[in-house]
């Protein structure tokens, strides 16, 4: 497995994507996840949403500090890329994160359902055009090692428009499909359960991908993650699953698992339509003021906690919740 460096980050290259480790010398891993921030397909190809939650995460990077972001899917509204020298990279990506603290963070990207109508396979290919975005597949493997301690953290980066299939993002409640491809999709599930074995030592493991599992928003709950990953969250003392899809803000937590819903980056909706869908008591915090200009979520990894704040698109901190360490590392 060959290694090298890249914008700072050790690259290890594997048969499945890429591991990165951040070769940063603070006292902790941080990061920004924010999920549904792709504009719009005609000009200015950006609303005033996107723009404001650009530039609150650039004002965010600077005051507590970054090492990538995390993209939680829906990067291209509302039909994707059609190959990968589209201009809507430029127009709904290049051109909006230019805030300083913005320009030389890599950026982590998996798919949603509006990627998927396009051309998933061109997002893939546009990392080789830009030094930013990292897209190495489908599925893939972060590994971030904790700064001032032996340990590691794990970043598990999913598919699930491919794990459960399409759906319509703006319809109420609406359910994927069922996947296109199901050998493709026991292939990642069965990539996922080897991953959550290798990272039983790790003292944070994240679970990303674009549908939520718990949300009281409206899509709700996703039947087919509910029945396939999270039993497997559960089963290995996931410190939280973060997603989008749903349009707002959310911290769910139950059994341990943090359910983390960034969804806020161009669009914002109050419906809890599906409030008594969830556990009683797993809610915690919802945020979706349709008047708000968006929001999005720091994540801070340190010895002590997996520390999450919500953040709205004027800077101002919304809600902190904290995840403890794994149990015994698992």
């Known amino acids: 497995m060959g290694e090298g460096l890249e914008g700072g980050w050790v690259v290890q290259r594997g048969p499945k994507g890429y591991q990165f480790s951040p070769s940063t010398a603070g006292k902790a891993v941080q990061f920004l996840a924010v999920g549904d921030w792709g504009g719009v397909p005609e000009p200015p190809f950006v609303t005033p949403r996107e723009m ?23 990067n291209f509204y509302y039909d994707g890329v059609r190959d990968e ?12 994160f230019t805030a300083p603290g913005l320009r030389d963070l890599p950026w982590f990207v998996l798919a949603g359902n509006h990627d998927h109508h396009g051309n998933v396979s061109a997002q893939i290919a546009y990392s080789r055009h830009s030094e930013r975005w990292h897209f190495p597949h489908h599925y893939y493997s972060l590994r971030l090692r904790v700064p001032g301690t032996n340990a590691t953290a794990r970043l598990l980066v999913l598919d699930t428009v491919l794990l459960c299939g399409s759906t319509d993002d703006f319809g109420v409640g609406a359910t994927p499909r069922g996947p296109a491809d199901a050998a493709a999709a026991e292939a990642q599930l069965s990539w996922l359960r080897g991953r959550l074995v290798a990272a039983r030592h790790d003292l944070y493991v994240l679970v990303a991908g674009h549908y939520p599992v718990w949300s009281v928003a409206e899509h709700g709950p996703t039947t087919c993650l509910l029945r396939l990953l999270r039993p497997l969250l559960r089963q290995h003392h996931v410190t939280a699953y973060l997603c989008g899809h749903d349009h707002n803000l959310q911290f769910l937590k139950e059994d341990g ?15 809890q339509i599906h409030k008594a869908a969830v556990p009683p008591g797993a809610a915690r915090f919802f945020f979706g003021a349709p008047e ?13 906690a997996a520390t999450v704040t919500f953040l709205e698109a004027t800077g101002r901190s919304l809600e902190t919740s904290g995840c403890p360490p794994r149990p015994y590392y698992y």
């Open 257 to 271: 698992v943090g359910y983390v819903v960034s969804g806020a980056g161009n669009f914002m909706e109050a419906s």
């Open 292 to 304: 708000s200009p968006g929001g999005f979520v720091h994540l801070r990894l340190d010895a002590s």
């Open 85 to 96: 020298w589209d201009p809507r990279f430029q127009e709904t990506f290049e051109r909006v």
């Open 52 to 74: 404001a939650t650009a530039a609150a995460m650039g004002q965010v990077v600077e005051e507590r500090g970054a090492d990538f972001v995390l993209a939680l899917g829906d």
